[in-house]
């Protein structure tokens, strides 16, 4: 896709603009104060190291178009363990490709951003939509007790202000923060309205980081705690960290849930698709409503109001993210799964076709 | 060129410590190469005056917990990723000194295509490869260098060629690389061979601090565990079977 404005007029963007969602992810990550890139080409994120591959050197920052996913995660790490705010981009099977660098992020307690421009799956799928890659997102995927936050927005402007807020929770917390996103998500245009206050970053006191050791004793960043019982209290460490960010970090939209008897629980497009059935099926009189969970991890396991008489559960994928949804409902009222997988995308009409035969 | 010395005991000609080593015991074995290796780095490190600015990536293998023993700011890896750590740090901290300690196999078997491009872009960085021509710390496997003929734990018969390969050059192997501005191959066997490591080292970081690009060092080290001999031995043997296929010396100086 062609940069359809001159990179002096980006950089001093005040107003409204449109922009993919692939380049408002990277223009955001600047303004957040990201000064290291390092990705791999993979469609259906390109657009993200062509942005940063010119407008990170026009903000001193450094970009490398590595020569593997496992290079430029640990490029990350690197970049990280300095202090710097550093992301790396990639779609499903690069970011299975990262999920090494991932879990060593998250042992040795570095600060990260991965953005996820999922495609169909699994091996080399297609360069279709999908949210096949919740399990690998919320699950882990990589090896060890471990978590990332993760953040699915359903707009171009609310990616851009979750793209700021995933630097500040891995600043807060000294953990990977996964942005999800998807293939339409990444390459639809829309209108920005505001970038958000994005001041010359709120940083967080990196007293850990590796800058020398001038005037203070060596620091080590590392994951490896071979004496006896030291990786059970990092383990321990870790357990308390995530009991916090689960307490603290929940982000979930309710809309038109207040007198609604049916819910649909949806993130990412296809929630936004579900609030356009929300809105046409009350039109048609059925008392509906949607539970958009914003943080996929932590998960908004309370969101889900009683009385609900049944949820149903829409997805770009065979059924992942049902499972949390039935952690949730507890077995409270029946769960009913629509999805389409491999790449395949679902139109309202569709959605509102299969609620409305199992209502 | 700043050669202060940091150590006040050294300056009085007393052979003592390096400021960068840590006062600890290590856990290498007897006659291992790696406390050689240490040393002289960190005594480059104490005379160049860079302790305090520089940044070592220890790798995975017997070298893992390096950190434990040098005196300066030091960043694990994943096996084999040590150069993409090291790159991360150097590109947005170019003040500083940064180097990566590698492993035969985390260098030329599951991190060759790091240490390629890595080479390749020239990569303002220091790489100290420590060849010992067999996997140590998983328990004597064989490794990319390992010589023909050479028995270990997954080549009990020997290194064959016609089923294993040849052993990896890696100094010959990166020395086509435009960026690639200094390689020498050393051995650990010698007292007058550890003072040419150690010349070579310092040679290597020189080059960094010039901001030239890409230097490594190799050095053959010896490995009486798995090379199942005696600590005497295998000084002997580094001669007998390295050096010959692994030849010493600069090979680019550029």
Known sequence: MQIFMLKSEISNLQSRVLMSGNEAVAEAAIRAGCRAYFGYPITPQNEIPAYMSWRMHEVGGAFIQAE?????????????????????????????????????????????????VMRGGPGLGNIGPAQADYFQSTRGGGHGDYRTIVLAPHTVQEAVELTKLSFDLADKYRNPVLLLIDGILGQMMEPIDSWGEMPEVPRVEKTWALTGAKGRAPHKICSFFIKDGMLEQHNKKLQEKYKKIEKNEVMVEMYDTDDAEIVIAAYGISARLCKEVVRKMRSDGVSIGLVRPISLWPFPYNAIPNGIKKVFV???????????????VNGRCPIEFYGKTGGAFFSVEEIIEAIEGRI | MNSQIQNPKSQQGIFCRPESLKDVPTHYCAGCGHGIAHRILAEVIDELGIRESTVGVAPVGCAVIAYEYWNFDTSEAAHGRTPSVATGIKRVRPELTVFTYQGDGDLAAIGTAEMIHTANRGENITTIFVNNAVY?????????????????????????????????????????????????????NKPNRILEAKKAIKKAFNVQIEGKGFSLVELLSPCPTYWGCSPEDSLKWVDDNMVPYFPLGEIKNI
């Open chain 2, 136 to 188: 140590g710390m998983t328990g004597g496997q064989m490794a990319p260098t390992t010589l023909l003929g050479q028995k270990t734990a997954t080549s009990l018969k020997g290194r064959h060629e016609l089923r294993e390969g040849h052993p990896i050059k890696v100094c010959e192997l990166l020395s086509g690389f435009s960026g690639v501005k200094y390689l020498a191959r050393c051995a650990l």
């Open chain 1, 68 to 116: 593997s996913e496992l290079a430029a995660i640990n490029m990350v790490y690197g970049a990280a363990a300095t202090g710097v705010r550093a992301m790396t981009s990639s779609s499903s099977p690069g970011v299975s490709l990262k999920q090494e660098g991932i879990s060593y992020l998250a042992g040795s307690e570095l600060p990260a951003v991965i953005l996820n």
């Open chain 1, 314 to 328: 829409v997805e770009l994928s065979a059924g992942q993210f049902i499972d949390d949804v039935k952690i949730a």
